[in-house]
């Protein structure tokens, strides 16, 4: 019940809540992985069994694939859905610009595939997700599990002339073993405390053979929909130069507030 959920959880709750209300009947809509967008899917999954909201969902992870089922949407893949109208994730950091860092879930790559393949990309977010520069959460890069370690190595050499403060990379672990993403490769977390042009480390960590993607996503997001601990909503375009405040009641709905599963 509400009630049991943390002040985070009640801010990711009514960011989610409050971005499902732009989905609209015959949309084809990207679902993000993670616990706000998995806030999202179930918001979603209310509003088709109980307004009959009728769209389709592509998610970006098997998690998210498999609780957009339960709770009774219409799931296809992006190939089958071709374009999409809109896509709603969370993210690990956003910046002013809207410059985002995302992966901590493991699944920046379908994530990343998928919101660039949409009209318009919306982070549903916390406000302790914002910040000046990116870089104080580690950084996600998928790699290849073939010679990870050369190319960790590789990663960590041309960091050297990057503007970044650290340069560690560390393997993303699942409990004794290397974590493997959906698509089967490995996930490197690269601890830069601070990066000082993004855009440009997007670019040279994907020219590195053995990089597949990294977690940077540099003008794909249009929009964030910061949620807070007391229902409070905030929403910036960064395309229209708006922001707009409002404020969500918390509905105990059953079927919203029982299945807390990711
Ligand atoms: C998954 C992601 C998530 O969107 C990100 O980690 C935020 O997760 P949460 O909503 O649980 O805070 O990028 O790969």
């Not at 997700?129 to 104080?136: C, F």
């Given at each position: 019940m509400t009630g049991e959920l943390s002040p985070i959880d009640k801010a990711k709750f009514v960011a989610a809540r409050r971005a499902a209300e732009l989905v609209e009947d015959g949309m084809r809509v990207g679902l993000g992985t993670g616990s706000t967008a998995a806030w999202l899917v179930r918001c979603l999954g209310e509003m088709v069994r109980e307004d009959g909201l009728k769209f389709r969902g592509v998610p970006t992870s098997t998690r998210t694939a498999e609780l957009a089922r339960r709770v009774g949407l219409n799931v296809v893949s992006l190939d089958e859905a071709r374009w999409l109208d809109l896509t709603i994730d969370g993210a690990d950091e956003f910046d002013s610009d809207l410059n985002l860092i995302k992966g901590g879930g493991g699944a920046l790559l379908q994530e990343k595939i998928v919101a660039t393949a949409s009209d318009h990309m919306v982070v549903i977010s916390d406000?302790?997700?914002?910040?000046?520069?990116?870089?104080?959460f580690p950084l996600p890069v998928e790699v290849v599990p073939f010679a990870w370690q050369t190319t960790q190595a590789l990663i960590e050499e041309t960091l050297v002339s990057m503007d970044v403060l650290g340069r560690a990379a560390t393997l993303r672990m699942n409990g004794h073993v290397p974590y493997v993403t959906d698509e089967g490769n490995h996930i490197l977390d690269l601890h830069l405390s601070r990066i000082g042009n993004a855009r440009q480390l997007a670019l040279v960590l994907n020219q590195i053979p053995g990089v597949v993607e990294n977690g940077l996503f540099i003008d794909i997001c249009d929009t964030v929909v910061i949620g807070y601990g007391d229902g409070r909503v905030e929403t910036r375009d960064i395309n229209q130069g708006t922001v707009e405040h409002d404020r969500l009641d918390f509905v105990e709905t059953e079927n919203l507030f029982t299945d807390l599963a990711d």
């Open positions: 406000i302790s997700k914002e910040v000046e520069t990116l870089g104080a």
